[in-house]
């Protein structure tokens, strides 16, 4: 069974930076491709950003081009969402999702396991 754990939100200034991270067990890492994917009370979640198993391909949502970072690292079974330059409409909680296969990358439908979220404040 797929777990995954978030951390590393918090509340920042607008400008400020946040780095989230999100580990991964239960089964090997390097076969799930990952998002992270946001969502505030009543509305829809929103894709973020994914990154495929071997790391080569990313994807961003055109909100945080620029701004945040995707990576991996696969001898830690963790994925990281380095976010600079943030937003108040940044706030949200943030999850963490995983998947096997690579197609379609930016649809959280089409992701099988998440985390629990980690919430992420933006004040003006």
């Known amino acids: 069974q797929v777990q995954l754990v978030e951390s590393g939100g918090g509340l920042v200034q607008a400008g400020g930076s946040l780095k989230l991270s999100c580990e991964l067990s239960?089964?090997?890492?390097?076969?799930?491709?990952m998002a992270w994917v946001r969502q505030n009370p009543g509305k829809e979640r929103e894709f973020v950003a994914a990154?495929?198993?071997?790391?080569?391909?990313?994807s961003y949502a055109d909100s945080v081009k620029g701004r945040f970072t995707i990576s991996r690292d696969n001898a830690r079974n963790t994925i990281y969402l380095q976010m600079n330059s943030l937003k108040p409409e940044d706030t949200a909680v943030y999850y963490c999702?995983?998947?096997?296969?690579?197609?379609?990358?930016?649809?959280?439908?089409?992701?099988?396991?998440w985390g629990q979220g980690t919430p992420v404040t933006v004040s003006s």
């Open positions: 239960g089964r090997t890492f390097s076969n799930y491709a």
């Open positions: 999702a995983a998947r096997l296969g690579a197609r379609g990358l930016p649809d959280p439908a089409r992701y099988d396991y």
């Open positions: 990154i495929s198993q071997s790391g080569g391909i990313t």
